[in-house]
């Protein structure tokens, strides 16, 4: 079973920033925190991932809370290609990615 | 070369037909995987392979037969589906060997079965 909660759906204004949370109350301390976006019909892309410290990258920012029960994803001018089920998987070493429903993220014009 | 790439896109058999998905990497991968998914449901793992050999199967049904014949190449044989085995085939690879490694996915195959 996913070990995340997220929103079923949200959306953003074009330009805007995209904030998206996660919850992973149960997290334990060698589980990364990933998100992966799927735009319709293709494959998952990879878009951060981190441990304990905030990461950014050219995608996006990961900003996950200090006792780590929660993160969030943030995409700071958000486009209308953004649109897509964006997931959020906590996994450790050597575990397997296992998906929940993810959040619906529509960015309208 | 960073991608995954999956063949064919598209694909529509019958139910007593015979085919067969195939996924291709280039990085050095030495982990693969199938998921499937339904319409508007996530991902679901099928299959992991690590260096060559079938660690994980996901009470997977019969009628599907992975095949990793090295370690760049990874096929799915596909016999007697049914209807409801219509889905997008996804495939991802990542190395092995990495703590925090993450997946590679292709562009998935989507498969109908009539």
């Known amino acids: 079973d996913a070990k995340t909660t997220q929103p079923p759906s949200m959306d953003c204004a074009e330009g805007r920033a995209a904030n998206l949370p996660c919850n992973h109350s149960?997290?334990?301390?060698?589980?990364?925190v990933y998100w992966y976006r799927q735009i319709h019909s293709q494959g998952p892309q990879y878009i951060i991932h981190?441990?304990?410290n905030n990461e950014t990258n050219e995608m996006a920012s990961l900003i996950i809370t200090e006792d780590r029960k929660s993160s969030t994803l943030i995409l700071p001018h958000a486009t209308l290609r953004d649109t897509a089920v964006y997931y959020c998987i906590v996994r450790a070493y050597g575990q397997n990615f296992v998906f929940g429903p993810g959040t619906r993220l529509s960015v309208l014009p | 070369d960073t991608e995954v790439t999956q063949t064919p896109k598209h694909l529509v058999m019958g139910m007593t037909n015979k085919k067969s998905l195939k996924c291709e990497q280039h990085?050095?991968?030495?982990?693969m995987y199938w998921y499937k998914q339904k319409a508007k449901k996530p991902p679901e793992l099928m299959f992991v392979?690590?260096?060559?050999?079938?660690?994980i199967n996901e009470s997977v049904p019969s009628r599907f037969s992975p095949e990793c014949p090295n370690s760049s190449l990874l096929n799915l044989h596909l016999h007697a589906l049914q209807p409801e085995d219509s889905a997008l085939y996804l495939c991802?690879?990542?190395?092995?060997?990495?703590?925090?490694?993450?997946?590679?996915f292709g562009s998935g195959t989507r498969l109908t079965v009539v």
């Open positions: 990085m050095g991968h030495r982990a």
């Open positions: 991802a690879s990542s190395q092995a060997d990495r703590e925090n490694y993450g997946y590679t």
């Open positions: 981190g441990l304990k």
């Open positions: 149960t997290i334990s301390g060698n589980e990364y």
């Open positions: 392979y690590s260096y060559e050999k079938l660690s």
